[in-house]
């Protein structure tokens, strides 16, 4: 009977250890879900999703006053920025939220951690009036997207 007993606690103890590494083996699953759910970013294009590791940027400025521009006349706004992050940046889309901005190239290739790039951007000056448009920049940063603004002046060429 005492072996029996025996058996029977040893059999107890090996359940137990056996539940407690099943729950911390879930629970370090989750936890690593979680983190990378929180702390990554999913980039879609090429016909496949990529995760990648989140990271900051900062630009010099998020707001570009052009003051006056004469109508017709070429202007382009560039934006310098920098990775402030730990991960590599990875711009994948810019969008300008009106016609009269147009987004010409930016720095589209992974930038290591401490590096920058620029972003420019062509104003439509066709028609006179005042411009104050948002630019998206959509990267593995916190925030995203990143918010840009740009105003201008676009002066009548004929005064």
Avoid at 39 to 53: C, D, L, S
Avoid at 75 to 94: E, W
Avoid at 104 to 128: H, N
């Amino acid at each position: 009977m005492i072996k029996r007993s025996v058996t029977l606690n040893i059999k107890k103890k090996r359940f137990t250890i056996g539940f407690s590494l099943l729950v911390l083996v879930l629970s370090i699953s989750l936890s690593y879900y979680w983190f990378r759910k929180t702390n990554t970013t999913e980039i879609k294009g090429f016909g496949q999703n990529i995760r990648v590791w989140n990271t900051t940027i900062a630009f010099d400025t998020k707001f570009a006053d052009q003051k006056h521009i004469c109508q017709m006349k070429p202007s382009t706004v560039t934006f310098h920025f920098k990775n402030t992050g730990n991960n590599p940046l990875i711009i994948y889309d810019v969008n300008a939220l009106c016609g009269c901005l147009k987004v010409m190239e930016w720095t589209g290739f992974p930038i290591v951690p401490g590096a920058g790039g620029t972003l420019k951007i062509k104003i439509d000056t066709d028609k006179t009036g005042l411009i104050d448009k948002e630019v998206l920049v959509y990267s593995n940063s916190i925030p995203n997207p990143f918010h840009l603004r740009i105003k201008a002046t676009i002066c009548d060429r004929n005064n």
